[in-house]
């Protein structure tokens, strides 16, 4: 059986680390991103994923301006 895919955005590389840890541990399958753009790089190459985890705070493309792109074409469940 496949374990469920999440996205974690942060720009914080200690924030995504401790949420990939406790995930991990409850065995769903983490991707991780470090900003926006790299998030939707890897949301649109990657079907599977079935939640997000997205920060608001981020530079360049805040969490707001992700998930309105991401809601342009999917409704996947996002917390913010």
């Known amino acids: 059986m ?3 895919k999440i996205l974690v955005v942060d720009d914080e590389s200690r924030m ?3 949420v990939r840890d ?3 541990r409850q065995n769903y399958e983490v991707l991780e991103a470090a900003d926006g753009e790299e998030a ?3 949301f649109y190459k990657d079907k ?4 997000l985890i997205l920060d ?3 530079p360049d493309m805040n969490g707001f301006q992700v998930l309105q792109k991401i ?3 999917n409704n ?3 917390l913010m």
């Not at 599977?48 to 939640?51: E, H, K, N, S």
């Open 2 to 4: 496949e374990k469920v």
């Open 16 to 18: 995504r680390k401790l």
């Open 22 to 24: 406790f995930l991990t």
């Open 40 to 42: 939707l790089d890897i």
């Open 48 to 51: 599977a994923i079935a939640l």
């Open 56 to 58: 608001v705070m981020m």
């Open 71 to 73: 809601r342009e074409k």
């Open 76 to 78: 996947v469940p996002v």
